[in-house]
């Protein structure tokens, strides 16, 4: 027979959260805001428990404590927080054990109060408290072997007994003191802190070049930032452009992705590198690293920070290609291959190979080169196809520079299968794209909006609800013209605390011609990525207020603030999608019409408990866009056109 | 800056099903039946992917290997399955790399079938069999080095190289032996294999004492046999018996719990031990080992098993208290404590010390007391109040007994809070008490069967619907009489694989006293914990035919064999309970009325997919309880008297 264990465990710290995979993986939190914590712990018999949440950040040895305490006994459920001063990485633990006297101690005021002689057991407490004191020195030792000679003194006065034993005083020692019987602590979990912007921002992509006047020549940096008035106005955060670095000329790509370039075509900027530079230059028709320096400037001034595309890939002019080949997939001739899927090649591009000799070095210039940014001011990037390059690198790369420069953020633009999609937010991305811009009917809006607020991927995944890119163009707003632009707006802004745009989307621009990969799709015709483009940013019918409208909405009520606060409503109509999101005293109610080319009309049920009021009460709301204000209750008659408002977004006021 | 890693992995194994906390604890599966295993399986770039499923018994060092496969690409999802021949601890781990030469092939085939020419690709293709045949000896590398030479003979002949690199001999070869680029093995997880009994099982309690005829006189084991015929017919599987060690006289419990016993009066089964032996010997009363042994053997020959009760806990005049007196808690004085809750005192019990200095002793008895009644042919224990013992000792006690005896089930008797009740379940017990007793209503019947059911607690707590207890009687019972009987009896029975009553069940046995340790509950009247009771089996009104009846049916139909293939149905009346279970052709289709007092009427929706049938396609029901039959299709129309039939258990039978 096996020997009987030496130990065996009195307590279990069980469903510990906030916890992705076990702790394989960080849960993502916001900087300045305390990371609670939840955990049921639970032991045999009936016992006090104490318990105390560890937490450090994962730059410090040292951890510090915060108190654990029970909230709910008849879950076990005990809750604790822990500060996230600043962004980073942090590690938390629980530790529980049993509290030997407070147990003691509580028998012993069951047994007065029901009149019981009490002798054995102040003996018993005495014995307690010379076990503390054993381990004590100085004034403690003393003041616990005095409160065990009174205990064992009073030991037939039952009342002065538990007055001894329950001295505050003496009991702040032994809690302080006392040996921690049967502990145990978990296996320390992880979090990571973000900056606010991680979670919430308006984003506007632009092409840089495509900022001026004059047909066929590309604007420059400084050029561009005649667009941020205009920004600022519209009320974005973030402004994020395409690779801004010198584009190769070999095999070139022309308008509309034509495989040669004419002469004076400016080719795509993910085509990155030419004797001019690589990824860490300027490409020379932008300007200079100092005018860079001044974009960056001029964009903080207004409101807004820079997201710089990060996209691993080479054209075959790339200084890389002559200093470092064997970064590069080789064929047996010593050949550099391209990128390729037969039948189709991408002559314009030298894929990196991760698996190269020179691993080592190839990961240290990339990761020299995003120093090279984040030192010229840029703390976004925005990562190129993330997903065809190896998991590990990027837990490693986001690791190393985070380690460093904790308010770095990673937005990772990967359109793959599901499983990838959720891998790249538990590797260290900060945010995601997602499926947004394909999901547009009731049911799988409302699917997959539930599935990304709630854990387990609200732990690690945050979206970002891009509704168009420059290789997105959806066909809703194709077919549905400026009523879907404004209709898909509304959603993406009070749906999710982050979203963006890209540029064209406010001038409802849905040129299309049949997508070149996927033959049931369709693309941008005259696709910037490769032709310079000049627009009139004030054209007629543009839906810029509505921008600013939103934008402006969005800053002044917390609960757009926040994902997981979402909470969608019953409504009579299938194309009548309606949510709430409460934040505190600040309640949205937004009703959208799914439908861009009808009227639709129907009943919203609110349940008293979702918008914080008593069932039926009354109830004021105000539609932020219009100003228009009705009374409403538990069930209320909404009328959408899509020609006049695609929805209301309304603000839950108490009746004055 | 930190040195760049030397590897970075490509292959995330994520989503691995089953898995409790990631592997600390075993999920449960029923030998004989294979663990199927999921996982997600993802890669950065286009690259083909292998995987195997490797798994062993825990008592077994070489791991073994069964096919895990790509079912379903878009999802990244894979599966496979290992053989649990029979019970015991498993383990299981996914091991994944890259398949190089399969995703060149499949790269070769498409610049082949494209029309292109691949020299190049086939000088590629043969250095990766080259390498393949360096790592290879005798025919294999002969026929690996061969294959080389033919395609780099027909390098300029694509067809060829296509059919060269193909062959399927060859490919059976690269399997085999191609380096496993990328490697990676989760870590280890952990099922454990039952015998189906753990599953599925109607059981019965009864007192062997209570089952003579001669008012006062306890009837002997060989006396209590003569109910065998009887619960035969009833169709149990499981016959648990309370406590059967001699029992204490000092501090004796009499009638309705009195604190002393009259003369004669037969005591507490759960005081264990007195000058006649303790949890190894066998109450004189009820007669000898030998006696048991027969028992326990004309129970087999009756279809039935025995379940024993397993109590840690002794009389003052247990054989422990004289030779062990340090595994009991003592006072100051040196006296043992009994049990207390101040004020209250239970002065017949006194608990074991888990943490008394000769731990390993007293655990090496406790073990040897199982060891003892396994040796006497139980291999089902039911433990009492396990709750109040260190989950640390169950965890060693139950692995240790499933070491050597894999087939012994231990059900957890623990009503407490949610955490526990789980924990015992992650800890080792094969099943667990629950809260049905006083689950009545729809919602929380829902809410309760819908957690039970679906992981993660189906993953290692599986219910035994305890309809009563010595303990319990439900107030529904009480208010309701024999339709709440009936009522309950077809909800235990057709919710829960397994499910049990406590014998007077069957005879609608309902008088009860105000609950003396909870003021708004009720407990039994003449509890037979304190004194033999004498029953007439046959009196007017048992509801005997309807348990034979639902017995029957269990057995009869695999559905009801199962818990995660319970699926609620939407029923017009709050009243009206329906559920489908399925399992392969066998559709069971259950509708409760639990309003025992009222006739309930009401529609039931029965979706296609549900019955696995085609929306809208009729069919027709046959009530197993009545034999009547219905035709139904996607709305029914259903009308439950109480008085006449609780319910209606239908088969679904397609028309003929």
Redo the contacts between chains.
């Keep these: 027979?096996?020997?009987?264990?030496?130990?065996?465990?009195?307590?279990?710290i069980?469903?510990v959260h906030p916890s992705v995979?076990?702790g394989?993986w960080p849960a993502k939190r916001i900087a300045g805001r305390p990371c609670g914590v939840e955990a049921?712990i639970?032991?045999?018999?009936?016992v006090n428990l104490r318990a105390v949440l560890l937490w450090r950040r994962a730059d410090v040895e040292a951890w510090s404590e915060a108190p654990f305490a029970c909230v709910e006994p008849?879950?076990?459920r005990w809750r604790g927080e822990f500060p996230l001063a600043a962004p980073g990485a942090h590690l938390f633990a629980i530790r529980a054990w049993t509290d030997l006297y407070g147990t003691w101690l509580d028998?012993l005021r069951?047994?007065v109060e029901?009149?019981?002689q009490v002798r054995?057991e102040a003996?018993?407490g005495a014995?307690l408290l010379d076990r503390v004191a054993a381990g004590a020195s100085g004034g403690d030792a003393g003041a616990l072997k005095a409160a065990s000679a009174r205990l064992k003194g009073a030991a037939d006065r039952p009342a002065d007994a538990l007055a001894a034993a329950a001295d505050p005083a003496l009991r702040k020692v032994v809690d302080r003191l006392q040996p921690r019987d049967d502990e145990v602590t978990t296996a320390p979990l992880r979090v990571y802190a973000d900056r606010a912007r991680a979670l919430v921002g308006a984003w506007y992509e632009l092409f840089p070049r495509s900022q001026g006047a004059v047909p066929g020549r590309a604007s420059t940096l400084r050029e561009a930032e005649r667009r941020f008035p205009d920004l600022k106005k519209m009320g974005f955060d973030v402004l994020y452009l395409p690779p801004i670095h010198p584009i190769g000329t070999t095999h070139r790509k022309g308008k509309n992705n034509s495989l040669t370039a004419k002469p004076g075509e400016p080719g795509s900027p993910w085509a990155i590198g030419s004797p001019a530079g690589g990824h860490d230059a300027v490409a020379p028709e932008l300007g200079t690293l100092r005018d860079f320096d001044h974009f960056v400037a001029e964009a903080a001034r207004h409101g807004m920070e820079i997201a710089l595309d990060f996209a691993l890939q080479c054209s075959p002019d790339h200084p890389w290609v002559k200093t470092h080949p064997e970064w590069f997939y080789r064929?047996?001739?010593g050949s550099i291959k391209y990128a390729e899927?037969?039948?189709k090649k991408y002559e314009d591009i030298y894929p990196l190979n991760?698996d190269s000799e020179d691993?080592?070095g190839?990961?240290?210039e990339i990761?020299r080169v995003l120093q090279v940014w984040i030192d010229h001011g840029v703390k976004i990037f925005r990562v190129d196809n993330p997903?065809?390059?190896?998991?590990?690198?990027w837990?490693?790369l986001i690791a190393?520079i985070q380690?460093k420069h904790p308010d770095v953020l990673f937005l990772a633009e990967a359109f793959t299968?599901?499983?990838?999609m959720?891998?790249l937010g538990k590797l260290g991305y900060t945010q995601s794209y997602t499926y947004f811009a394909w999901r547009t009917g009731k049911a799988e809006l409302t699917a997959y909006l539930e599935e990304l607020s709630r854990p387990p991927a609200s732990e690690y995944f945050r979206p970002n609800f891009f509704i168009n890119t420059p290789d997105i163009l959806p066909k809703i707003l194709v077919d549905g013209g400026r009523p879907a632009f404004r209709q898909r707006l509304v959603l993406a802004a009070t749906l999710s605390p982050s979203y963006g745009i890209y540029s064209g989307y406010e001038l409802n621009e849905n040129a299309a011609i049949p997508h070149q990969a996927f033959p049931d799709d369709v693309e941008y015709a005259d696709s910037e990525k490769y032709e310079i483009r000049v627009r009139d940013w004030d054209a007629p019918g543009n839906i810029k207020d509505l921008v600013a409208r939103l934008n402006a909405i969005r800053r002044e009520n917390p609960a757009l603030q926040e994902l997981s606060n979402l909470r969608f409503l019953t409504t009579s109509d299938d194309q009548l999608l309606a949510y709430v999101k409460r934040s505190g005293g600040n309640t949205l109610l937004v009703v959208v019409n799914l439908d861009v080319h009808r009227v639709r009309e129907g009943m919203v049920d609110v349940p008293g408990a979702a918008i914080g009021l008593d069932e039926g009460a009354p109830y004021v709301v105000r539609d932020l866009l219009t100003d228009a204000r009705y009374p409403w209750g538990g069930r209320n008659y909404v009328r959408l056109d899509p020609a006049v408002e695609p929805a209301h977004v309304f603000r839950v006021e108490r009746p004055s």
Tied chains: 1, 2.
Excluded: C, Q, Y
């Design positions: 027979m096996p020997e009987a264990p030496r130990d065996v465990a009195h307590i279990l069980e469903d995979d076990a394989r049921a639970l032991r045999d018999g009936h008849g879950l076990d028998d069951r047994r029901s009149g019981l054995s003996l018993e014995a064929r047996p001739d899927n037969p039948p991760f691993r080592a190839l990961f240290k990761r997903h065809t390059k190896p998991p590990g690198f837990e490693w190393d380690a299968r599901p499983p990838m959720k891998a």
